[in-house]
Nanobody, 120 residues
Framework: QAQLVESGGGLVQPGGSLRLSCAAS????????MAWYRQAPGKQRELVAA???????NYVDSVKDRFTITGDNYKKTWYLQMNKLKPEDTAVYYC??????????????WGQGTQVTVSS
């Protein structure tokens, strides 16, 4: 019984920046993980960045030193700051979370996706 709403995608030139946002609402006791995935045309969905409940982060090699994931467990909101964007970053980006809920097992939820296009 949780919902994820994401925003921040758009069209940007190579070398530009965007910040994606994801906000979770509903029946949430605790957010265990916050993450961003992406899917480019003709490719499988891949994990871009994640932050776990112990504060550790993980990035796909292609975005290291360019993207930063941050989160606020109290506000149930997380972000992906994307700098020095490249055309190969073009994809639909999806936020993702594993949450704990009262009287239930942990569950995984997905945002609706937001398009990021990097092109001159």
């Amino acid at each position: 019984q949780a919902q994820l709403v994401e925003s921040g995608g758009g069209l940007v030139q190579p070398g530009g920046s965007l910040r994606l946002s994801c906000a979770a609402s509903g029946r949430i006791f605790r957010i265990n993980t916050m993450a961003w995935y992406r899917q480019a045309p003709g490719k499988q969905r891949e994990l871009v960045a994640a932050i776990t409940n112990d504060g550790s982060t993980n990035y796909v090699d292609s975005v290291k030193d360019r993207f930063t994931i941050t989160g606020d467990n109290y506000k149930k909101t997380w972000y992906l700051q994307m700098n020095k964007l490249k055309p190969e970053d073009t994809a639909v980006y999806y936020c993702n979370t594993e949450i704990s809920i009262p009287l239930g097992a942990p569950r995984e939820y997905w945002g609706q996706g937001t398009q990021v296009t990097v092109s001159s």
